[in-house]
């Protein structure tokens, strides 16, 4: 037997308003509206609605390679591409050291594990710091801004040219710094052929921190500094292209080019191994017991969403709940004698903490890996 949706609101309301005592049943404006959902010969009742990230599908557009930097604006754009179904590949110039590629990997692979891990993602890492000298050495301080965000393009859209990627995106919001003014962007997407995605163009700041902290990458990002900000003392902020292909004439290409000859391609789901290669071992255990506390580090949304499987043993442990953007200024705080072990469901995340604890000398924290934590 066919049916209507507005055939199972008139027989709904008819059930209700016989057997309970509501005032009426009115289908326009109603002061409460019962949600249901017909599978086959069951019947649910629709008790809370979550909201997703909206956009399109992941992967159902094509591939981009995101110029990250782990600040706040370049871990944004990076989300709202991936919201809009672009598969999203990251791309880092470090100029910082190994402190900073590690900060930076952690933001990618936070992104990843929490809205794409469905997905094969790479993580490519250039060093940069030579192209940075070559920059300081030989180009005019005013200019050394425009020239380096060129320099960045011309590496990355080699780079997505290896990977068939015929898009880049960067984090950058017009007006908001130096080299963002209409006419040096118009400067720096010249030198490429590439199509230049900026999400956050016509965003604020305030705006831009807002969906960091609703994404989650708030905390990551805010103690990250932009690198790329403190080269220039008086930067122009109306680039010639004529000055710049000059000032760049000046630059010798063969930096760059071993640059790329020396950048490092990864899938992210090893980042996990990579950030731990200089850190100390850290025990994995897969069972619990009663001398043990465990310290559920997942962001509250997924707490949420998936929580900590409180089964046999589990339910004797002791639990905190605490992120893992707050976990290394808690940790201090807590009971020294007692060991932690720290859980994220997958263990990427618990792994990359448990390691930076132990290497900052704390011998009481080890990670707890389930092995049904794959089926949660």
């Not at 900060?103 to 250039?126: D, G, N, Q, T």
């Not at 030198?191 to 708030?218: F, M, N």
């Not at 789901?269 to 071992?281: F, K, P, R, Y």
């Amino acid at each position: 037997q066919t049916f209507q949706s507005t055939d199972v609101e008139r027989y709904v309301g008819a059930g209700l308003n016989n057997q309970t005592e509501a005032a009426g049943v009115r289908l326009k404006n109603p002061d409460v509206t019962v949600l249901i959902e017909l599978r086959h010969d069951s019947v649910f009742m629709v008790r809370d609605q979550k909201n997703g990230m909206g956009g399109f599908p992941l992967g159902c557009q094509d591939s981009v390679l995101s110029l990250i930097s782990g600040g706040f604006d370049s871990s944004v754009s990076s989300y709202l591409c991936i919201k809009r179904g672009l598969q999203t590949h990251y791309c880092f110039f470090n100029l910082g050291g190994r402190a900073h590629e590690l900060a930076v990997k952690e933001v990618a692979l936070f992104l990843w594990m929490k809205y794409h891990a469905s997905h094969r993602v790479k993580f490519i890492s250039v060093p940069f710091e030579g192209v940075v000298e070559e920059v300081l050495n030989n180009v005019d301080n005013a200019h050394m801004g425009v020239v380096l965000k060129r320099i960045m393009l011309r590496a990355a859209e080699k780079l997505a040219q290896g990977l068939h990627i015929e898009a880049l995106v960067t984090g950058e919001s017009v007006a908001q710094v130096s080299s963002q003014t209409l006419a040096n962007l118009s400067v720096i997407d010249r030198v490429t052929d590439c199509l230049v995605l900026r999400p956050l163009a016509t965003s604020d700041k305030q705006e831009i921190i807002d969906i960091a902290r609703a994404i989650g990458t708030e905390e990551f990002s805010k103690d990250i500094p932009e690198y790329c900000a403190v080269i220039s003392n008086k930067p122009t902020t109306r680039a010639k292209l004529e000055r710049i292909e000059w000032e760049e004439s000046k630059f010798d290409m063969a930096v760059l080019d071993t640059a790329l000859e020396n950048a490092r391609h990864q899938l992210i789901s090893e980042l996990v191994d990579d950030l731990g290669a200089e850190a100390a071992q850290v025990k994995i255990v897969s069972t619990l017991d009663s001398d043990s506390t465990v310290i559920d580090i997942r962001h509250p949304d997924e707490v949420d969403i998936r929580p900590f499987p409180l089964t046999g043993e589990a339910l004797k442990a002791e639990f905190l709940n605490i992120p893992f953007y707050k976990l290394r200024s808690s940790f201090t705080d807590l009971n020294k004698d007692k060991r932690y072990l720290l859980y994220c469901g997958k263990g990427m995340m618990s792994r990359l903490h448990a390691a930076n604890l132990v290497d900052e000398g704390f011998g009481n924290v080890a990670v707890l890996e389930l092995k049904s934590a794959s089926k949660q």
